[in-house]
């Protein structure tokens, strides 16, 4: 007895010290690198278009976080970024970030604190953070004081975008970035079988009959819950359109000059939506829609890309990407962006990124300086997004920017989007070299056919009605989505008789008519100028 | 009276003293980690905003549960959650205890011993996995299921769209991932009897089986009720992560398989609002507390040795 | 166990039921684990075409290659795990071996007003806001090693199901008598109730340390430095990181030329977080598997 337990605590006392020195010896290499930013102290002075403040600004060390995690190269890049901030505004940041996978943990822990940092990308629950007292309120004229360069960017609309009751919350990207899905699909099968160029969910079954009928191993359509439904919005047509979470209540059309919602308590809107339903049912009883899409938890995309089905639906912006992957394996892309009948894509609502300042920082201004020289000047805007040029980055003879000559594009230590800055200008950025021609000529017809559009920007306060919501959204996802996904128990009148019946009953009119009355208001507000 | 009592109070107090200090450290964590935090609960009853924080914010009634008063589904996920938890609750108390007796008294000290760490692996694999697995195995289009079905000339069957198979795998599916971790509470508790009353049951000639039933079971059994009543304490919480990852939003299979942890996940998922949230989550605990209440003081009538509290 | 001497026909019925069921119990929890052990030497690709198997059609190690891609951070969690799983499991089991002494004791007035203030814990809680502002505003314990022994570091239920092995295997007369030879409560408790404890302690000691091993949301509230990264937390943010990544470079238009394995990863992961777990298993389980005579020690 007295020996075993003098063993056993031997190996205790044995895996105490390795794990100390193992914990130990790694933590002392990093303690010395945590002090080479502050202590640069003969930093070039840049001859920066900011004009130099009239009296000496104190020096302070601003704490920011956005989301994600640190490239490799991101503390060296931070490291010239404070150099250079620290010439121009006397001023550096501590960059943190909240990991993507404790967003919906830390994000609002951080708000509740509202210590212990000055600025925090912004497009996180938004509107209801917001509305909650989480951001400091941004007025235009400290806008227009300590961020001159923004000021010039920042269009009326945009700033329209950021608008929650009223008032401002967050510096809003400045750049047009579109806001479309796409359907991606194999265009080599689509050759093989001799089928037409694919405009209609007609040529997608033509297809889908031809997948299921020759190719064994891929299912048509294959994916999440989510990955398969979205197929539905093809049946909907100029009224697919609709913000995240409320689809088929109050979706909107982009061309429609009237500005208005509609959904599944407008006649018009049910008799199309009753239409798709059937659809779907039968493209599920002819098995070309999958039978288990709630328990399917790979997504199309990657599903596509095994081989495994012969659709996915994503963002548009996803198709070089596709490209790269497909022509890897020998296949085609195939592309069929979400535009209205006319032609009209979605431009994302500026606040799609952006940032915002903390309620309780002592830096507010001086936090404004630096997101202004960050987003806008050319300099500092190249440095966060592609690092350091001729380490980093090159720029190519046709202009183009290409990864710098020592970088092994599989392990790219400071990748593009990587280090979380995302709501920097991208205008100015230069294209892509490994974009292809295609997806250059398809994405500039989209950007001319783009426009913002008011009810898509526009954030509803739902406190008066949360309760009705909670329940709004609970039935939709027990009782809507099987239909969209064509599982009916029955027949698809009784379905949707039962969704609706269960609709009432959960008070989604009462959801409707304030979201409806809102957006009138906030229409009203906007259209007048 | 208030003198006598207040003497019985400090007579104890010194009488104990040791005692009293080594249950000093615990109780002030409790009260640091547990009881500082714990008035936060009131937050069910605010408007949470972050400029008043929970102390702050505006009081709001019972607005924060009228969602979960009003879904209409109440007492059907309050009903669901009680009784899935009670079949786990049951199930896993019977085999665990067979399989804690039957290690304990086999043959064969390695097989014992391999076939005891095995059963601990499945308490490793997350229930994602796990999902991923038996989609693998069930789905409806490619899953191995059917394919042998159909190698055996058979219909294929559809079983996420059948409730009632359900109500029989979950069960099967939280044994199986528990059973190493409690069979090993019920083999320790065996190892602690002392192993005289076996050597004088042997002598007076009882086989093995008499010996099981007539002493390790009646030894067990102050543990089993301990196990059962802390197993009741939380009959009104949820086995999220297993019915969220195996079952997900599938509204085939929600009338059956709804439970209050899963329905209201599916309602806030977009409301990004600390109230609501919390008022499931007193909803539960106070039920919880009257059940756990109720329980030990059954228990107590019975037997007052083998209560909570 | 041990020392089966009569093997009558009551043992040979016995022990035939015996292996069938543990042996079945154990053929269904070790498929799954193989599968999973084989998934993650698959390529992504193999996985999304033929599903998972039990016999490899290939070895990959892609998955491996992506953890492991700089090895001094797995390393280094490696440790940090270590050191908080074996101090917090000493420190832990120390303390609610003592508690549960305590408890246990029918000569203490109070043992159930006592009970009850701990268990109350388990029912009610404020929430994760009042929490963090406790540790991070007002304990300062943000970025230690301390919070992460700290949080969670005693299970009211393991405290009571301890005190359940004391009243079982212990006769209330142990404590008396030794009282009377003059001991006090703590040398009573130290040098007569732990070493009769060891089965109990060793299974719940077993418990706490995995609840240590595999703790990843105490970091997810309280560390942001990677350098206090627990094992667990350094795998979960690796693979949800090279899922999110991936989805917003290409949401924007990037190209990127890292295929993230997440299905194989999500394996891997498990493999390399628990593969250590199970080489130290066999120094707990003999306490609980091979049994003690009590009367041993007690003479």
Redesign the interface.
């Given at each position: 007895m007295k020996k075993r337990i003098n063993s056993s605590s031997l190996l205790i006392i044995i895996m105490l010290v390795v794990s100390l020195v193992l914990a130990g010896c790694t933590s002392n290499n990093n303690t010395s690198n945590n002090e080479n930013a502050p202590s640069n102290t003969n930093a070039p002075k840049d001859t920066a278009e900011v004009t130099p403040e009239p009296e000496k600004l104190e020096k302070v060390t601003l704490i920011g976080y956005l989301l994600g995690e640190a490239p490799p190269d991101g503390p060296a890049i931070m490291a010239e970024v404070n150099k250079k901030l620290e010439a121009d505004i006397n001023a550096t940041i501590e960059l943190k970030y909240i990991p993507f996978a404790d967003i919906a943990t830390k994000y609002?822990l951080m708000?509740?604190t509202?210590q212990d940092w000055d600025f925090i990308f912004g497009n996180v629950?938004y509107a209801?953070?917001a509305a909650?007292?989480?951001y400091q309120e941004i007025t235009l004229a400290d806008v227009e004081k300590n961020m001159p360069l923004t000021f010039k960017a920042t269009s009326e609309s945009m700033w329209a975008d950021t608008l929650v009751n009223g008032n401002i919350y967050m510096i809003p990207q400045t750049f047009k970035e579109l806001g479309v899905g796409a359907h991606f699909y194999r265009d080599d099968l689509r050759k093989k079988y001799n089928l037409p160029e694919i405009k209609t969910l007609e040529d997608f079954e033509a297809y889908f009959e031809a997948v299921k009928a020759n190719e064994t191993d891929i299912?048509p359509v294959?994916g999440t819950?989510e990955n398969v439904s979205v197929l539905f919005g093809k049946s909907l047509g100029d009224w697919s359109f609709s913000k995240?979470?409320l689809s088929n209540l109050v979706n909107f059309n982009p061309d429609d000059p009237n500005y208005q919602f509609k959904g599944l308590f407008d006649a018009d809107f049910l008799e199309l939506y009753r239409e798709g339903a059937n659809t779907a049912k039968r493209l599920h009883d002819e098995g070309l829609l999958?039978?288990?899409p709630?328990?399917?938890?790979?997504t199309s995309s990657d599903l596509i890309k095994a081989g495994k089905s012969a659709i996915t639906t994503n963002a548009f912006e996803q198709f070089p990407q596709f490209a790269a992957d497909f022509s890897s394996k020998g296949w085609e892309v195939g592309v069929l962006p979400a535009v209205t009948s006319k032609g009209t894509a979605l431009q994302r609502p500026a606040s799609g990124n952006g940032i915002s300042f903390s309620?309780n920082g002592k830096n507010y201004e001086r936090a404004m300086m630096a997101i202004d020289l960050l987003h806008q000047d050319p300099s500092y805007n190249m440095l966060i997004s592609f690092g350091i040029e001729g380490k980093n980055y090159v720029i190519n003879a046709d202009g183009k920017l290409a990864l710098g000559p020592d970088i092994d594009p599989a392990k790219n230590p400071y990748p593009m989007y990587g280090a979380g800055w995302w709501s920097n200008n991208r205008d100015q950025w230069p294209p892509l070299e490994n974009y292809t021609q295609a997806y250059i000529d398809m994405k500039k017809e989209l950007q001319a056919n783009a426009k913002s559009y008011l009810l898509d920007g526009f954030n509803p306060n739902?406190?008066s009605f949360?309760?009705?919501?909670?329940?709004v959204?609970?039935v939709m996802?027990?009782?809507e989505?099987?239909i969209r996904l064509g599982?009916v128990?029955t027949d698809v009148d009784s379905a949707i008789k039962e969704l609706l019946e269960k609709l009432e009953?959960?008070?989604a009119q009462k959801v409707v008519d304030e979201i409806k009355k809102q957006a009138a208001q906030y229409v009203k507000d906007h259209t007048l100028q | 009276m208030n003198a006598v009592r207040r003497r019985g109070f400090l007579y104890?107090i010194k009488k104990?003293a040791?005692?009293?200090v080594?249950?000093f450290?615990?109780?002030l964590?409790?009260l640091?980690?547990?009881?500082?935090?714990?008035?936060?609960?009131i937050?069910a009853f605010k408007?949470?905003?972050?400029?008043?924080?929970?102390f702050g914010s505006e009081w709001n009634g019972w607005?924060n549960f009228?969602?979960f008063f009003?879904?209409?589904k109440l007492v059907q996920v309050t009903f669901n959650t009680a009784l899935y938890n009670l079949v786990f609750l049951a199930v896993s108390t019977v085999?665990s205890v067979?399989?804690g007796v039957?290690?304990?008294?086999?043959?064969?000290?390695y097989?014992?011993?391999?076939?005891?760490?095995?059963?601990?692996?499945?308490?490793?694999?997350?229930w994602?996995?796990?999902?991923?697995?038996?989609?693998?195995i069930?789905?409806?289009?490619?899953g191995?299921l059917n394919n042998l079905l159909e190698f055996l000339g058979k219909e294929p069957i559809?079983i996420?769209?059948n409730p009632n198979i359900w109500m029989f795998l979950l069960p099967v599916f939280y044994v199986?991932k528990g059973?190493?971790?409690t069979s090993?509470?019920y083999?320790?508790?065996?190892?602690?009897?002392?192993?005289?009353c076996y050597e004088s049951a042997?002598i007076d000639g009882a086989?093995?089986?008499q010996r099981v039933w007539l002493i390790t079971i009646p030894?067990l059994k102050?543990?089993i009720i301990?196990?059962l009543l802390?197993g009741i304490?939380?009959i009104m919480r949820g086995e999220f992560d297993m019915f969220y990852q195996l079952?997900?939003?599938?509204?085939?299979l929600?009338d059956k398989t709804d439970i209050i942890d899963t329905?209201v996940f599916?309602?806030?998922?977009?409301?990004?609002?600390?109230g609501?949230a919390?008022s499931a989550?007193?909803y539960q605990?106070v039920l919880?507390?009257i059940i756990?209440l109720g329980a030990n003081w059954a228990v107590k009538k019975f037997n007052r040795?083998s209560a909570?509290? | 166990?041990?020392i089966?001497m009569?093997k009558?026909k009551?043992?040979i019925l016995?022990?035939i039921?015996?292996?069938l069921?543990?042996?079945l119990?154990?053929i269904?929890?070790?498929i799954?684990?193989l599968?999973?052990v084989v998934g993650s030497v698959q390529s992504e690709d193999t996985i999304m075409k033929f599903?998972?198997t039990i016999i490899p059609r290939e070895l990959d190690f892609t998955a491996y290659q992506y953890i492991f891609a700089s090895p001094e951070k797995i390393l280094r969690s490696y440790g940090v795990t270590l050191f908080i799983t074996i101090t917090g499991t000493v420190l832990s089991l120390l303390?609610?071996s003592?508690?549960a002494?305590?408890?246990s004791?029918k000569?203490?007035?109070?043992r159930?007003?006592?009970?009850?203030?701990?268990?109350f814990?388990?029912?009610?809680?404020?929430?994760l806001?009042?929490?963090y502002?406790?540790i991070s505003n007002y304990?300062q314990l943000r970025d230690t090693l301390a919070i992460l022994v700290?949080?969670n570091?005693?299970n009211?239920?393991y405290?009571?199901?301890i005190?359940?092995?004391i009243?079982?295997?212990l006769p209330d007369s142990i404590s008396e008598s030794a009282k009377i030879d003059g001991a006090?409560?703590?040398v009573i408790?130290w040098k007569i109730v732990l070493p009769?404890?060891t089965?109990?302690l060793?299974?719940i000691g077993?418990?706490i340390s995995?609840g240590y091993w595999n703790d990843w949301f105490t970091s997810t509230l309280f560390i942001l430095d990677e350098k206090l990264f627990p094992l667990q937390y350094m795998l979960y943010k690796m693979l949800t990181f090279a899922t999110f990544a991936q989805k917003i470079l290409s949401e924007n238009g990037a190209v990127s030329a890292m295929e993230v394995p997440t299905?194989t990863m999500?394996?891997a992961l498990?493999v390399v977080?628990?593969g250590p777990?199970?080489l130290a298993?066999?120094f707990a389980?003999k306490?609980?598997?091979a049994?003690?005579?009590?009367?041993a020690v007690k003479g």
């Open positions: 609002p708000l509740t509202g629950d209801s953070n909650k007292g989480g299912l294959d819950a995240q979470g999958p039978k288990n709630f328990a399917q938890k790979t309620p739902t406190e949360k309760s009705e919501l909670a329940n959204t609970n996802t027990q009782y989505l099987p599982i128990k009953a959960a008070g | 104890e104990n040791i005692l009293y080594m249950f450290p615990v109780g964590y409790f640091i980690f547990n009881y500082i935090p714990m008035p936060g609960v937050v408007q949470f905003s972050y400029n008043g924080g929970i607005e009228r969602y009003e879904s209409g085999l067979l399989v039957l290690i304990a008294e086999m043959v064969g000290k097989f014992k011993k391999i076939a005891q760490t095995v059963m601990f692996l499945p308490y490793f694999i997350s994602v996995t796990v999902s991923a697995f038996v989609y693998n069930f789905s409806y289009d490619y191995v559809d996420y769209s199986w059973i190493g971790f090993v509470l083999l320790s508790a065996i190892m602690g009897i002392d192993q005289e042997r086989n093995v089986f030894m102050p543990t301990i196990l802390l304490s939380r079952i997900g939003d599938n509204g085939l929600a329905l599916r309602s806030l998922v977009s409301m990004n609002d600390i609501m919390s989550g007193l605990s919880c507390f756990i040795e909570l509290f | 166990m041990s089966v009569d009558g009551d043992m016995f022990n039921f015996a292996y069921i543990t042996g119990v154990a269904f929890a070790i799954p684990f599968m999973l599903g998972y303390f609610s003592m508690t002494y305590v408890l004791r000569d203490v007035k109070y159930n007003p006592l009970a009850f203030y701990l268990f814990t388990t029912l009610f809680n404020g929430g806001v009042p929490y502002l406790l304990l700290l949080s570091m005693f009211v239920i405290i009571f199901i005190r359940a092995f009243d079982n295997s006090n409560d703590f408790y009769l404890m089965p109990a060793a299974s077993l418990f995995l299905e999500k394996l498990t977080a628990t777990i199970i298993y066999p389980q306490y609980f598997i049994g003690m005579t009590i009367g």
